[in-house]
């Protein structure tokens, strides 16, 4: 049975590994909320910004505190998971936090903590966090050592100064950059004639951040006496956290992924549904079976163009081309982190363009429920795009067009409901395939 604790009380943990949640009643007007931790060491402050797991930064070097990610239903969900065994022996607390994007904390219903047992699969503990008012961040509570085992305390202490407010507190070097300038809507790229698979050159280039070197202590003439070695140069420094996530919309609907600082590695693609009826669920939980696909059709830039999805097992590749990757096909909605695309951008000098969407295999249609997809690359901040307009009974949305400008790549907010299935998505953005009929079964 889980145990109930009030503000300030503490118990033992003893399960090796826990899964911290943060749950709460989504609403009409209510602010999102985001789960993060911060390492202490016994000073009661972070080593280093590693020290700090949240969605721009979601998982700790050590592996052991990693950012689960959200599960939207009737209740919103936030996890967290611990592996308090493998966590390094200078770290000495887990402070579990919450913030607020887009309101406060008072707008926020039935928020609670739950601390579990993943392996058992029983709740621990919970937390209810109550009667907040201006706060937009929540240290919620702690895991910390106590005689060699660990402990858990509730907390409830608020932050009218947000994430960033309660990052710095605890050691955190925070960046604030100033917004970009908002780029124009391109239109889709014309088709291009299928040409014969070639194999073509993908260099990565250079990523933008961190790649300043120290600097080499002149080479001395030859007839120099010796003279001491100089010391050597400091490293570069970690650049600062950054907290921001963008948010694609109408009026802001392009971004660069340069000028947002995200590099090489894979970019995960994410779709949530906000359920309109009871239930709980991450995807396809909503009213009865539902088998929603998410897929991309994609143009490389030596002419070769198909697409990735489950129908007719066509999940791509990761590390060969087209470099885009489907991670399974979840029929059931069985499983909680719903079905992932996975982008390399180690490869985008080999991407002409990308068209992210979603189909309905099976099951109800876009206006039986609200949908968020997230964008989550290895670097810079995570992006957002909110599928909020009526669907009017389709079955298919394009929602994002990420495409090759001049060696950058930008994704564009599509939202673009389509009445009928692949093909139908195929011919709204001139992409030219062959399409057969296929089924599942």
């Not at 993943?118 to 702690?142: H, K, Q």
């Not at 309905?360 to 909110?386: M, N, S, W």
């Amino acid at each position: 049975m889980v145990q109930q604790l009030g503000k300030g009380q503490n118990t033992p943990v003893t399960a090796t590994k826990v899964r911290a949640v943060f749950v709460w009643r989504p609403g009409p007007g209510s602010p999102g909320l985001d789960a993060s931790a911060l390492l202490l060491g016994t000073s009661g402050r972070v080593a280093g910004d590693e020290d700090f797991v949240f969605y721009n930064q979601p998982t700790h070097p050590s592996g052991a505190v990693r950012h689960a990610g959200k599960e939207e239903g009737s209740f919103s969900r936030d996890a967290l998971d611990i592996d308090l065994g493998a966590l390094p022996p200078s770290v000495d607390r887990v402070v579990l936090a919450a913030s607020a994007h887009s309101g406060t904390f008072a707008g926020i219903s039935g928020l609670h903590l739950l601390v579990s047992d993943p392996t058992a699969e029983v709740d621990l503990v919970r937390f209810d966090i109550e009667n907040a008012t201006v706060e937009t961040a929540m240290l919620a509570g702690e895991l910390y050592r106590r005689g060699g085992a660990w402990k858990f305390r509730a907390i409830g202490q608020g932050y009218s100064t947000g994430l960033e407010g309660l990052a710095t507190d605890f050691g955190i070097s925070v960046s604030t950059p100033a917004p970009a300038p908002r780029s124009q809507a391109v239109p889709p790229a014309p088709p291009r004639p299928h040409i014969a698979p070639t194999p073509a050159p993908a260099t990565a280039p250079a990523p933008r951040l961190n790649t300043r070197k120290p600097e080499r202590a002149p080479r001395p003439a030859p007839q120099a006496p010796a003279a001491p070695a100089p010391a050597s140069a400091p490293a570069p420094a970690r650049p600062p956290v950054r907290l921001s996530k963008v948010t694609l919309t109408k009026a802001s609907p392009m971004v660069s992924l340069a000028k947002e600082g995200i590099t090489g590695s894979r970019m995960r693609v994410n779709l949530n549904w906000v359920q309109a009826a009871p239930g709980r669920g991450m995807l396809k939980r909503l009213m009865g079976p539902t088998d929603l696909d998410l897929c991309c059709l994609w143009e490389l830039s030596d002419g070769r163009k198909g697409i990735v999805q489950a129908l007719g097992n066509m999940f791509g590749s990761k590390d060969s081309p087209p470099y885009v990757f489907l991670d399974g096909d979840d029929r059931t909605g069985a499983v909680s982190t719903g079905e992932n695309l996975y982008i390399n951008l180690d490869h985008k000098a080999s991407f002409k363009r990308l068209l992210i969407f979603a189909f309905i295999y099976k099951g109800v249609t876009f206006d039986d429920a609200q949908a968020v997809v997230t964008l989550t690359p290895a670097t810079g901040p995570e992006l957002e795009i909110r599928l909020d307009e009526t669907g009017g009974g389709a079955r298919s949305c394009a929602i994002a067009l990420v495409q090759n400008q001049g060696g950058d790549l930008t994704i564009q907010r599509e939202v673009r409901y389509i009445k009928g299935n692949q093909a139908k998505v195929d011919q709204a953005y001139n992409w030219g395939l062959q399409w057969t009929a296929g089924s599942k079964d």
